[in-house]
């Protein structure tokens, strides 16, 4: 992760013109911060949801960018009430399947938004629990013949009622057929198969990587039916998100400090040789690091008020 300023970087203004921009965006404000966010939440989900269920959904919405998993839970959402409409009419309804994949790079919202989602099938009575159980390769693969099969079975297990999230799936698909990968995935199948098992399986990772994984298995892609993209955010959301975190802990960012994220974001998000670049969770770790830099700062202050207990400054970025 690179976390000097880019030399190639460029008009901010134009930072914000990524494929988001035609989007409608209204000013939303949440206690006195204005941040713009997209109007996307249907007007059926505010007049029809419970108050739990409701409010997980502001949670969703609230998040910054994530089009494409704000509207697949409406479709679900819809999907649902429909069914029950479609019940009490005595029509037939098709069992759907949500086993998912998410793909996208680090820090977009993947894990969030799977943990959310939980929630959200539980408040639906999609799932009994609504828990998050997440795993990568090594909880899944074992080291003898036999192993992998019990550690997949012992962890869907442990998912049933909930969400088995599986972070770089693709890492399933290293070692080739002498692998045990391929046995958790084959294991993993099967357990898909009984598709009126109480738990949703997600797997997570990059793109490529993931269409490449869904081929390692003919009986894979038809058991995840439901993909979603997760966007790298553009500089606009990445602000947007510094601005939400920072609220979040009860600090805020001075004008000055909020052009300095803006320039080094520009400067990152712009250069072609960034690899690795980890969108939300840099941003979350630009701000620890500023608070720790800010601790030291007001700890050669002469007095300590509230304002300046919240304010961090330009300085307090050092990058
Ligand atoms: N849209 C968003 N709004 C606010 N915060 C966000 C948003 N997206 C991500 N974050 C924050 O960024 C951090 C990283 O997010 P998360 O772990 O969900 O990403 P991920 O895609 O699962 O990453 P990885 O693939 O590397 O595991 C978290 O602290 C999360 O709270």
């Given amino acids: 992760m690179r976390h000097s300023e880019s030399s190639l970087s460029i008009d901010p203004s134009s930072a914000s013109t990524s494929s988001n921009s035609n989007r409608i965006q209204v000013v939303f404000k949440r206690n006195d911060l204005s941040i713009k966010k997209p109007e996307t939440l249907p007007e059926y989900v505010n007049a029809s949801a419970p108050s739990e269920l409701a409010s997980l959904f502001d949670e969703l919405e609230n998040l910054i960018g994530l089009q494409e998993a704000k509207k697949t839970m409406y479709e679900i959402y819809a999907l649902i009430k429909i069914n029950k409409e479609r019940e009490k009419h005595h029509l037939k309804i098709e069992k759907q ?34 828990h998050l159980i997440e795993v990568e390769r090594a909880d899944l693969v074992g080291e003898f013949i036999g192993h992998t099969a019990q550690k997949t079975r012992e962890l869907v297990k442990k998912a049933l009622g909930g969400i088995l999230f599986i ?24 357990a898909l198969e009984d598709s009126n098992k109480d738990f949703i399986c997600i797997i997570a ?40 975190m920072t609220r979040e802990k009860d600090f805020e960012l001075t004008r000055e400090a909020k052009e300095k994220i803006r320039r080094l974001l520009t400067g990152i998000v712009n250069d072609p040789f960034q690899q690795n670049f980890s969108n939300a969770r840099f941003v979350r770790n630009c701000i620890e690091k500023a608070i720790r830099v800010q601790a030291v700062r007001l700890m050669k202050a002469n007095e300590l008020t509230r304002e300046e207990l919240q304010r961090l400054r330009a300085e307090d970025f050092q990058v």
Avoid: W
């Fill in 97 to 130: 399947v949500f086993h998912m994949v998410f793909k996208g790079n680090p820090g977009t919202g993947k894990t969030t938004v799977a943990r959310l989602f939980g929630k959200m099938f539980r408040e639906m009575g999609i799932l009994s629990k609504g």
């Fill in 167 to 190: 972070d770089e799936a693709y890492s399933l698909a290293r070692g080739g057929e002498k692998d045990f990968g391929k046995e958790a995935v084959d294991c993993l199948t099967k």
């Fill in 205 to 244: 990772g990059y793109n490529d990587e993931m269409e490449q994984f869904l081929e390692l298995n003919p009986g894979l892609p038809s058991r995840f039916p439901v993909h979603i993209n997760f966007s790298d955010y553009s500089v606009e959301e990445l602000l947007d998100i510094a601005t939400l």
